[in-house]
């Protein structure tokens, strides 16, 4: 609109009742993973640009047509963040955490950004929910990982909501299924699309990942890398659904389901919801026992999932009824509001909700008001009241009122 500022393209406000639904869907997953001792981790919004470079692969989408990079001032290559665990294991590795006790547990809440194209689903700024796991590569951390997220959806109410699992091996099984998957992709290339045929190049796994229906039929039929997992890898898969199992927690084996990196190892995994079209997946994860050699660090196994809120927020169902525990205050009696204003200070000092309505409303626009916002009670301070030292209480569940000396009023609001 001329003659006003807007927000970027790709980007959304929060706010109101918006914003308290957003509140409510992340609470519940910080709720749930603190329980289970992890705890916060805030990195920098912006990193050195080769803290992802390095871990996205110099060739990729991500570092080549989706990152937001610029030149500081001191000649540094600096780039807001694209995604999150980049930034957790070069903290990890910087901030000494090898020396705590392991494995190290951390969750965050922080916003990303990538310039995508605009649509349902995909915001070039958007925040996510995620979590690591640092120091250790014991099945059940993988299974405990999974295991919260999907407690998480649940408890949301997160509606048609899938898990795609899968295992893509390591560095010694993996390049012998992979020499089987470009024959595989050599014998079809005409029945491929160009950029699989480009990828299958590039990085022979990413093929897998190609969304196109013609595709899809095709690789259908490509060999699945859980028939050519090594002994190792295929107990670690095997244990990993045994503790999902125990869990009571669905699953859908997905062979096309792979990370394209090679620090990427074993347990892969998506939720998808079928209420989001063609950006289905709410949250994806997998182990990453390479990435913090990549980084420059000692070998250390790690594991962890990334879900984008706004996502979450589309698929999850309606946030409970607002607790009526607060107290609206309608001061109409105008030299009522400065020793009014003062008592709701010290009210609040004691843990009570409070508020004023301001604007010298009527006594029913306030009643309305404090109504929808889901108000327990009002206490007016009318000009009758007031001239004999008393204020009015109104339950507004039951519609009941009575009067009640100011001098008692903090004792009435506190117990």
Request: net charge negative.
């Amino acid at each position: 609109m001329s003659g006003t500022y807007q927000r970027p393209p790709g980007t959304k406000d929060w706010w109101g009742e918006d914003a308290v639904r957003r509140r409510w869907i992340v609470e519940q997953a910080r709720g749930l993973f603190e329980a289970a001792g992890f705890g916060e981790i805030v990195t920098p919004t912006f990193e050195d640009t080769r803290v992802f470079a390095r871990t996205s692969g110099e060739e990729s989408d991500v570092v080549k047509k989706e990152m937001y990079t610029f030149t500081d001032r001191g000649d540094r290559s600096l780039t807001l963040r694209p995604e999150g665990t980049a930034g957790v294991i070069r903290a990890y590795i910087e901030d000494g955490m090898s020396r705590q006790p392991q494995p190290v547990k951390l969750w965050y809440l922080a916003p990303m950004f990538r310039y995508n194209r605009v649509q349902r689903g995909r915001f070039r700024e958007h925040y996510q929910f995620g979590v690591e796991v640092v120091g250790s590569e014991d099945p059940a951390v993988d299974a405990e990982v999974i295991g919260l997220q999907h407690r998480w959806y649940r408890r949301v109410g997160a509606r048609a909501v899938e898990l795609q699992l899968n295992s893509i091996g390591d560095a010694k099984c993996r390049p012998a299924y992979i020499e089987l998957l470009v024959a595989f992709l050599d014998e079809h290339a005409d029945e491929l699309c160009d950029e699989c045929r480009e990828r299958r190049h590039t990085n022979p796994l990413r093929v897998l990942d190609c969304k196109r229906e013609s595709c899809q039929s095709v690789l259908a039929q490509a060999p699945k890398i859980t028939d050519h997992l090594c002994e190792e890898c295929a107990a670690h898969f095997a244990a990993v659904r045994g503790y999902l199992d125990a869990r009571g927690v669905p699953y859908r084996l997905d062979h096309t389901l792979v990370r394209g990196l090679d620090y990427y190892t074993r347990t892969a995994w998506e939720f998808v919801s079928g209420e989001l079209g063609a950006q289905a997946t709410i949250g994806g994860g997998g182990r990453y026992d390479g990435l913090a050699e990549e980084l420059g660090g000692p070998p250390t196994p790690g594991i962890g999932f990334g879900s984008g809120v706004e996502r979450v927020a589309e698929v999850a169902g309606e946030m409970p009824a607002p607790d009526r525990g607060w107290t609206a205050f309608a001061i109409l009696a105008a030299d009522a509001a400065p020793r009014i204003h003062a008592l709701m200070d010290e009210a609040r000092e004691h843990g009570v909700h409070c508020e004023a309505a301001f604007g010298g409303r009527s006594l029913r626009r306030i009643l309305e008001w404090a109504s929808k916002r889901g108000a327990q009670r009002v206490v007016i301070a009318g000009e009758d009241e007031w001239s004999r030292g008393e204020v009015a209480v109104r339950d507004m569940t039951s519609g009941d009122q009575r009067t009640v000396p100011l001098d008692g009023l903090l004792e009435e609001l506190i117990g």
